[in-house]
């Protein structure tokens, strides 16, 4: 996603990932009548670098008219600094079954807003809002989203990798079923796009991905082929694998993905896809592959594997991750899962 007013596992874990302490937490979370509650209060054991502190984090959804919603969220503290911080935030969900006397609508809204005592961000209340639609039907779907973000909205919470944006996002897909042709149970053409500008409205990146060809078979595998043209503008330079340096410019670049995935109803299923191109200055292939064992309806074996192959100026590396994840359904009310990442970090290869 593009930002995250509130992610769980901010508490707990610092920015590079390790541990910090708590002294205690308290959590309270469910339904009265109309309303749904969620509470987290939490409070941070100190550090050598940071003294303790409360984090708090509340949510209440309304449901209001016969199938929408009203919520807010405030989320309060900064576990990854010693600065106080506060989000306030509304949302609306509007959602009708019988748009047009027979398609779902689903409108979403929201606005939030940040102030924090960090000095590298201004006084005041910065705010971030948007919205989208889905309009999903059988024979097509199409989807629109707006997003605006301030330079200094931020939410010690959750996430915000990009501030100062404009982002404007849509995706339009026509899947008929054509019933002349027996094997072909639907044929689907896609196009999703997305513009971020800054908040003058200068064009920062931006990405478009057409899937031509897409077939559902009626064993239910699936094979496609895509498209994908993508433009970036970094206003300063940046490094990869430390060693390689992207000047700031303008990059536009494509790439052609191509895939298949076998009926999941199988006990064995698989899925792959193969993406090749331009990335930046350089190149870049990717292979990624999914194995799916489920032997029964009590357990499930997935394993995953991902490999990239990266050319760029002045050094060349690959990138590997590996998963298994084991998942096992007690009851239809109790399921055990387990996963095991394996990840190799970029390895230079001598250019």
Known sequence: PTFLPYFSRRIGLNDSGRIVPLIGAAKLSGRVGDYNIGIIDTVIDSTDELDSQNVFVGRVIKQVLDQSSVGIIATHGDPNSDYGNLLLGSDFRYLVTDFLGKYRLEANSFILGTESDDPQFEDGLSPSFGGNFVLPADEFEIDAAFLQIDDNFNPALGFSPRR????????????????????????????????????????????HLFTPLSFEFESSDTVYFSFENDFDAPSEDFTVLRSATIPAGDYEWNRGIIGFETATQRMLSLTYEHSFGRFYNGERVEHSSEINFLPSKHFGLEVGYTYQDVDLPGVDFEIELASVTALLNVTPDLTWSNLCLLYTSPSPRDS
Request: glycine letters at 4%.
């Open 164 to 207: 100062g944006i404009r982002r404007y996002a849509t995706t339009w897909t026509y899947q008929p079923r054509p019933e002349r042709i027996e094997w072909l149970r639907q044929y689907e053409l896609t196009y999703q796009g997305e513009y971020i500008t800054n908040l003058e409205d200068e064009l920062e990146s931006s990405r």
